[in-house]
C-alpha cells in the first residue's frame, strides 16, 4: 500500500462497510433517546402526584 490511491480505496472501502451500522445505531439511539426522555417526564410527573396525597 504505497500510493495514496491504495490508501483512498481502503479509506473507501471501510466507510462503505461502517457507514450503514453507524447510521443503524445512531438512528435507534435517536429513538431511544425520545424514549427516555418520556420516560423521564413520567416518573417526575408521578413524583408530584406522589407528593401532592401525601400532604
Known amino acids: 500500500m504505497g500510493t495514496s490511491s491504495e490508501w483512498l480505496s481502503v479509506i473507501v472501502e471501510v466507510i462503505g462497510n461502517l457507514g450503514f451500522p453507524i447510521f443503524v445505531a445512531w438512528f435507534l439511539l435517536q ?3 425520545n424514549k427516555l426522555d418520556e ?10 402526584v406522589f407528593n401532592n396525597t401525601n400532604r
Open 39 to 48: 420516560l423521564v417526564k413520567a416518573i417526575q410527573d408521578l413524583n408530584q
Open 31 to 33: 429513538r431511544m433517546e
